[in-house]
């Protein structure tokens, strides 16, 4: 029965079931830079939606003052999984600059994943969920390393392993 919401996922560390997809952004205002995140849970079809979204002040790097959930305004609507329609930035940014992360939602710590389909397409699979398997999952760049030391790199004709 607790297995029949969310995703896959329990916590080594805490034994939580829920993780939080983070996307972390800059863009070009002028000669200004601005960096954003927007952050929501991963529900149990690997996929998330975007409930919170603040920028990310500068002088933040060394005080990590950041509460989560204060941001109501963009929380209203739970009664489906569509994602959040947002005001589209009209800056210019960089897509090879987003970052995203998956934290588990209780302890905050980072949990590697891969990505259904290259550059990032696709959905999320958190490698400690019991349902990750490599073969279908293409790693997110920031953990090629790890994932080449796993050996959960292998060599692809350029499709991924399922037809997804
Ligand atoms: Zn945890």
């Given amino acids: 029965m607790e297995d029949d919401h969310g995703i896959k996922f329990t916590c080594k560390t805490c034994g939580s079931h829920n993780l939080v997809v983070t996307h972390v952004w800059s863009?070009?205002?002028?000669?200004e830079s601005e960096s954003w995140r927007e952050w929501g849970?991963?529900?149990?079809d690997h996929l998330w939606r975007y409930d919170?979204?603040?920028?990310?002040?500068?002088?933040e790097d060394d005080n990590d003052g950041v509460e989560r959930g204060d941001f109501g305004e963009?929380?209203?609507?739970?009664?489906?999984?569509?994602?959040?329609?947002?005001?589209v930035f009209e800056?210019?940014?960089?897509p090879e600059s987003d970052e995203f992360y998956v934290n588990c939602e209780n302890c905050d710590r980072e949990i590697?994943?891969?990505?259904?389909?290259?550059?990032?397409?696709?959905?999320?699979?958190?490698?400690?969920?019991?349902d990750f398997d490599p073969r279908e999952a293409w790693p997110e760049s920031r953990y090629l390393d790890s994932w080449q030391q796993k050996g959960?790199?292998?060599?692809r004709d350029g499709q991924p392993g399922t037809g997804m």
Avoid at 74 to 87: L, N, V
Avoid at 152 to 155: E, P, Y
């Fill in 27 to 31: 863009t070009l205002a002028g000669s």
């Fill in 52 to 59: 919170y979204q603040e920028k990310i002040e500068k002088d």
């Fill in 152 to 155: 959960w790199l292998h060599t």
């Fill in 112 to 130: 590697e994943f891969g990505w259904s389909q290259p550059d990032r397409g696709g959905r999320i699979f958190p490698v400690e969920c019991s």
């Fill in 74 to 87: 963009f929380a209203e609507d739970d009664s489906d999984s569509e994602p959040e329609e947002y005001q």
């Fill in 91 to 94: 800056q210019e940014s960089d």
């Fill in 41 to 44: 849970p991963l529900e149990a």
